[in-house]
Nanobody, 126 residues
Framework: QVHLVESGGGLVQAGGSLRLSCAAS????????MGWFRQAPGKEREFVAA?????????NYADSVKGRFTISRDLAKNTVYLQMNSLKPEDTAVYYC??????????????????WGQGTQVTVSS
C-alpha cells in the first residue's frame, strides 16, 4: 500500500508559479514511477508528467507543459514535486499524483497507476 498526499495548490495569476508536493508513505520502495495528472471540470483526467522513482529519470511531459513544468523527487523525503512556471488559465484543474508499483511502460495512461492522492486545486486567473 502506498499513501499519497498532495499539497501546494492555490490561486495564482497568469504568468505566476506554484510548486506542488506529493508526500508518499507506506511501501514507497515498491514504486516504479510517480506521475502527476490533472482534471479540469467536465474534462477527462490528463497526464502531466512522470518520473522514475528510484533513478529520478524523467520519463515524460505532456506537450502542453513542456518547458514550463518540472517534475522532481526527493527520496530522503519520500516526496515528488511539480514546479509549475508561466502558468496559464488553461492549467486550472485539480492536480493528482499517482504511484505505479507494477512497472508500467505507458506512464501517460492514468489506469496504469495503482495509487492516487486526493488532489489539490490549482486555479490560474487571467
Amino acid at each position: 500500500q502506498v499513501h499519497l498526499v498532495e499539497s501546494g495548490g492555490g490561486l495564482v495569476q497568469a504568468g505566476g508559479s506554484l510548486r506542488l508536493s506529493c508526500a508518499a508513505s507506506g511501501r514507497t520502495f515498491s514504486s516504479y514511477h510517480m506521475g502527476w495528472f490533472r482534471q479540469a471540470p467536465g474534462k477527462e483526467r490528463e497526464f502531466v508528467a512522470a518520473i522514475t522513482w528510484r533513478s529520478g529519470v524523467i520519463t515524460n511531459y505532456a506537450d502542453s507543459v513542456k518547458g514550463r513544468f518540472t517534475i522532481s523527487r526527493d527520496l530522503a523525503k519520500n516526496t515528488v514535486y511539480l514546479q509549475m512556471n508561466s502558468l496559464k488559465p488553461e492549467d486550472t484543474a485539480v492536480y493528482y499524483c499517482a504511484a505505479d508499483v507494477r512497472g508500467t511502460r505507458t506512464v501517460v495512461v492514468a489506469t496504469e497507476y495503482d495509487y492516487w492522492g486526493q488532489g489539490t486545486q490549482v486555479t490560474v486567473s487571467s
